[in-house]
């Protein structure tokens, strides 16, 4: 059971920046899809961004240009760094992995493993 932690999150204001990490318990490189999602108030748990074994990358449309994910495999450690914030992406962010060598899906129930979740607030 791969174990997932998540670096604290904060709060800024908009225009402002963050990056979080997520540390998996075993090595997560080579053989899984890992990604993050949001959940704001009221809302339901979205993607937000996606990479595979293969280090191919997908990203929500609401994120696009602003958002970049990023794995060190060496440190079995998946990081999203969010430029240019803005109040709608104040949310819980979660950290996610799924063991497989194939096509990463960005639909939350595909999804095995989750971190506890970090808090976003961007203020206007």
């Known amino acids: 059971q791969v174990q997932l932690v998540e670096s604290v999150g904060g709060s800024v204001q908009a225009g402002g920046s963050l990056r979080f990490s997520c540390a998996a318990s075993?090595?997560?490189?080579?053989?899984?899809?890992m990604g993050w999602f949001r959940q704001a108030p009221g809302k339901r748990r979205e993607g937000v961004a996606f990479?595979?074994?293969?280090?191919?990358?997908n990203y929500a449309d609401s994120v696009k240009g602003r958002f970049t994910i990023s794995k060190d495999g060496a440190k079995s450690t998946l990081y999203l760094q969010m430029n240019s914030l803005k109040p709608e992406d104040t949310a819980m962010y979660y950290c996610?992995?799924?063991?497989?060598?194939?096509?990463?899906?960005?639909?939350?129930?595909?999804?095995?493993?989750w971190g506890q979740g970090t808090q976003v607030t961007v203020s206007s």
């Open positions: 990479i595979d074994s293969n280090g191919r990358i």
């Open positions: 996610a992995a799924r063991g497989t060598t194939g096509t990463c899906y960005s639909f939350t129930q595909w999804f095995a493993h």
């Open positions: 075993e090595s997560t490189s080579s053989s899984y899809c």
